[in-house]
C-alpha cells in the first residue's frame, strides 16, 4: 500500500519535500470493515490548510508523519461488512493512498453517475458548496450583477452557472485568457476577465457596469480588492474561500487594507457570510443532487474535469491548484 503522508509543515507553497510517499502492506480488514481499493483522490484547497500546524480551526490538522486526508471514489475490494459487498463503488474518506480500511459509516454508494468522479466534483462537495453559496447566502435575483471568483475551478464553475440558471448576469474572474474564453464559450458566462492582466480593475468595471449585487469570494488578495468600490448597496458575499492567501507566511506587506473593506461593507450596508460547507449536508444535500442531477443531465450545467494519472503526482497537483493550473475540478486518477 502507497501512501502520502505529512513530512513538514510547509513555508508558503507546498513542496514535494513536504511529503514522503511511504510503502506498507496491504491491511485485511477486520470484523464489520471493509478494504478500499482507491479509484479516483479529489484534490482541494483545504488540503494546504491542514498542512499547516495550527490547521485552519473547522477541522484537525495533519499531523507529521499521518497520512494526506482526501475525498476519494473506491472499490470495495474485500468485505466484512454486512451492507458493503465486494465490488461495490463508494464515496469514501480514504486519503492520499492506494488501500484504506472502513467501518462503513463515511461510505456513500455511488450509483447511476455517467462518470462516478463527479460526485467529488460538481455533483458532491464543490458543486453543493456552490449551490448553498450562491443560492441560500447569494440569494441573487433575475437581472443582477453576479461576480464569480476563481470562476473556472471546482467551485466557480458551478457558482456561475447555477446564477444564470436563476436569471442573474454573471461575470467571472480567472487567470489567463483562456480560462476567461472557457468562461464564456464553455460555461455560459455573460463575461469573463483575467485578473492577471495589467488592467484587471478597469475591465472589470467595465464589465460590471450596473455594479454588483452577489460576489462569490474564493481568492480574497487583489481580486477582492477590485470588487469592493463596485458593490451596490445591500450587495450580498457569501464568503467560501481566500485561496490568494492560504500560502501566506507572516502578515501581508503593504497599506493596511480593513479600513476600505470595513467602510465599504459598512456604508454600502454590505452581508458578508463565510460558511462551512459541512454544516450544510444534512438540511440541503438531498435538495442539491434532486436540483442538480437534472441540470447536469439536460447539459444546462457542464462539470469539467482536470484528471491527473498517478498517486505520485498528487503533490504536485495540489501546488498546481494553489497556483491555478487546474481548469475545472481536479482529480487524481489512482486506479481503473
Ligand atoms: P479551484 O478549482 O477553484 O482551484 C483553485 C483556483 O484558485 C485556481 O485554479 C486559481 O484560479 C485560483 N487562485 C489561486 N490562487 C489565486 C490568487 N492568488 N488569486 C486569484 N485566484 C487564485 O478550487 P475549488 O473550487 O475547490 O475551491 C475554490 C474556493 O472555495 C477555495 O477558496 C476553497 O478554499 C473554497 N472552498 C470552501 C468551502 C467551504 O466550505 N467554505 C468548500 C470547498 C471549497 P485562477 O487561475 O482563475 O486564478
Known sequence: NRRLVLAAHPRGLPTEDDFRLETAPVPGPGEGQ????????SIDPYMRNLMDQAGPGYAPPVPLGGTMPGGTISRVVASRHPGFQSGALVQANAGWQDYALSDGSDLVPV???????LALGGLGMPGFTAYVGLLDIGQP??????VVAAATGAVGAVAGQLARLHGARVVGIA??????????EVLGFDACIDHRAPDFRTRLAAACADGIDVYFENVGGAVLDAVLPLLNPHARIPLCGFIAHYDQDGPAAGRDRR???????????VRMQGFIILDHYASRFAAFRRDMEPWVGEGRIVLVEDVVDGLEQAPAALAGLLQGRNL?????????
Not at 34 to 41: I, K, P
Not at 141 to 146: K, N
Not at 175 to 184: F, L, N, Q, T, W
Open 259 to 269: 479600513p476600505a473593506l470595513l467602510a465599504t461593507l459598512l456604508s454600502k450596508r
Open 328 to 336: 475545472g475540478k481536479l482529480v487524481v486518477k489512482v486506479a481503473e
Open 34 to 41: 471493509v478494504l478500499l481499493r482507491t479509484l479516483f483522490l
Open 111 to 117: 450509483d447511476g453517475l455517467a462518470r462516478p468522479s
Open 175 to 184: 487567470g489567463g485568457a483562456d480560462k476567461c474564453r472557457h468562461a464564456v
Open 141 to 146: 435575483r433575475a437581472g443582477e450583477t453576479v
